[in-house]
């Protein structure tokens, strides 16, 4: 493979759909939580906030938004959130709204990072989320 072909395998398009990172074997162990943090950590830009574990109802994963971090306010809008739903990550909403979430790019990257760690059969990428 030449690397104008392998550049485009790894090219994702920017979507205006929201999109959900499904797994479809089961939950993950406390070991494949550790080794995508480690992967997603290592592999996302110097400049980016680190992911980490998110330990709430349902779990998932968090990136801390260090502006928001003083603020006097609900702890779910100090950071970027994604959690749980069905074996899909998906953001956090209540009755008033969404919390922030994952941008693009973070969410392309702990997908990419999903499939490195867990294999690419069972990691897809979803545009819809059904309830």
């Not at 969404?98 to 690419?120: D, I, R, Y």
Request: contains cysteine; charged residues 25%.
């Amino acid at each position: 493979m030449d690397n104008n072909n392998k550049n485009q395998t790894h090219t994702m398009s920017i979507s205006k759909e929201p999109q959900y990172i499904k797994v479809l074997n089961g939950e993950l162990t406390q070991y494949e939580i550790f080794c995508i943090i480690n992967y997603y950590n290592t592999n996302k830009d110097v400049c980016d906030e680190p992911i980490e574990e998110l330990i709430r109802s349902g779990g998932g994963f968090k990136i801390n938004i260090p502006e928001k971090a003083n603020e006097k306010r609900d702890s779910n809008n100090k950071i970027k959130q994604l959690r749980w739903a069905r074996r899909i990550l998906r953001p956090h909403c209540c009755s008033f709204g969404a919390f922030p979430s994952f941008n693009e790019k973070e969410t392309l990257l702990l997908f990419e990072t999903m499939k490195h760690v867990l294999g690419e059969a069972v990691v897809e990428l979803v545009d819809t989320y059904i309830v």
